[in-house]
């Protein structure tokens, strides 16, 4: 056996936790519990009497809406506030050294929007999942800086003579398969507080809920696992705008096939679809199966639309795209589109302008008239 150590020398702590992280993410797909809503009446009743400890406001007025990324809480409408739910019926199987509650939550018809506070039992100081034990404990206030000469992680632990307890908590669906996610972090006192958004087509959800003892050399001792699930009613507040389609782009050779424009108080939600035309060359339909071609929607000085939610959607087959993007919210949205479809790094291929109109009601969304 080859002497590694020798080789490459020793490895970073954090470095050698990160593997370890990825390693067990990928392991929680097969021993993790699975979720699931198998009350009985009785059941419930008992639960909703003794769990609606996460029904109550936000404990430090930092809401659902408070801790949404910047790009989402600087446009926010005011009928956003209508959306929000602070009675969230939930029940939990807590990890050790801490304990999770949905405090509030929004699921306005595409995705869930939830807050999420951990607060620990008396021997944890609780640090995020993206955080380092030497990262300043004021870190989420200036991401760029993690060591701004503050107090540690690490030094409060040592002070307090507390574990120092990473913890976190994933979207999973029926069958524990993770989902994809966006997440803000927050600190409030001792407690760590998560914003959590996923796509959600229905009001029930789940949540694996972890915690690792920072400084322990036991790996798989160090880990607990819990599950919370939640239900929560969908609220579908706005309106649905599509196109007249299909349009073929000026070299004929890609045309939009569907556009669909979500509009509500909390965030704009835009489904493009393209695809290669019959004409096309084969160097076109290869960028489309490798999902080469990408699209912005370009605002009145041409500039992107800034995305607020990072983690596009595409799908698609051989000549099909579907891509889908998340945008801040708006008062009143233009009565055309500008687009532009581009390959990274290689330039624009079109741009096109896009008339839209209000859908009669959601089964006419797509806005194909072939």
Same mark, same amino acid.
Do not use: C, H
């Given at each position: 056996?080859?002497?590694? @150590? $020798? /080789?490459?020398?020793? +490895?970073?702590e954090s470095f050698s936790r990160r593997v370890h992280d990825t390693v067990d993410r990928l392991e929680r797909q097969e021993s993790a519990p699975r979720p699931a809503f198998r009350l009985r009446p009785v059941a419930v009743l008992a639960l909703a009497l003794c769990l609606l400890a996460g029904t109550a406001a936000a !404990? *430090? &007025? !930092? &809401?659902?809406?408070? #801790?949404? &990324?910047?790009? /989402?809480r600087a446009y926010l409408q005011p009928e956003a506030k209508e959306l929000?739910? #602070?009675?969230?019926?939930?029940?939990?199987?807590?990890p050790r050294h801490a304990s999770f509650t949905v405090e509030e939550a929004v699921h306005d018809g595409r995705q869930m929007y939830l807050s999420v506070r951990v607060h620990p039992e008396s021997d944890a100081l609780l640090m995020d999942f993206n955080a380092e034990a030497s990262w300043s404990r004021s870190w989420p206030e200036h991401p760029a800086q993690t060591d701004d000469g503050s107090e540690t992680f690490a030094q409060a632990a040592a002070v307090q003579g507390k574990e120092l307890v990473r913890a976190d908590c994933e979207p999973v669906d029926e069958n524990g398969t993770l989902l994809d996610r966006a997440v803000e972090v927050h600190y409030d006192g001792d407690d760590l507080l998560?914003? !959590? $958004?996923?796509?959600?087509? $229905?009001?029930?959800? *789940? /949540?694996?809920?972890? #915690?690792?003892? +920072?400084?322990?050399? @036991?790996?798989?001792q160090s880990r607990s696992f819990g599950t919370l699930d939640l239900e929560v009613n969908v609220t579908e507040r706005g309106k649905i705008y599509t196109a007249d389609t299909p349009i073929v782009f000026a070299d004929g050779e890609l045309e939009l096939t569907g556009l669909t424009v979500v509009q509500n108080p909390i965030a704009t939600y835009v489904t493009y679809e393209y695809a290669a035309t019959e004409s096309a060359s084969m160097k076109t339909r290869v960028h489309l199966y490798n999902g080469n071609v990408w699209v912005n929607w370009l605002d009145e000085s041409?500039?992107? +639309?800034?995305?607020?939610?990072?983690?596009? &959607?595409v799908s698609g087959d051989d000549d099909q795209t579907t891509y889908s993007c998340t945008y801040r919210a708006f008062e009143t949205l233009p009565g055309e589109m500008k687009l532009e479809f581009y390959r990274p790094g290689a330039g624009t291929i079109a741009q096109v302008m896009v008339p839209l109109r209000e859908a009669a009601d959601e089964n006419q969304q797509g806005g194909s008239s072939k």
């Open positions: 056996m080859k002497d590694w @150590d $020798s /080789l490459f020398g020793d +490895v970073p !404990l *430090s &007025g !930092l &809401g659902v809406l408070d #801790t949404l &990324g910047r790009e /989402l929000v739910q #602070t009675s969230v019926f939930q029940v939990a199987s807590q998560y914003n !959590l $958004s996923f796509a959600s087509e $229905s009001g029930k959800a *789940s /949540l694996r809920l972890f #915690t690792d003892e +920072v400084y322990s050399e @036991d790996w798989k041409g500039e992107p +639309v800034p995305e607020a939610i990072m983690g596009r &959607g």
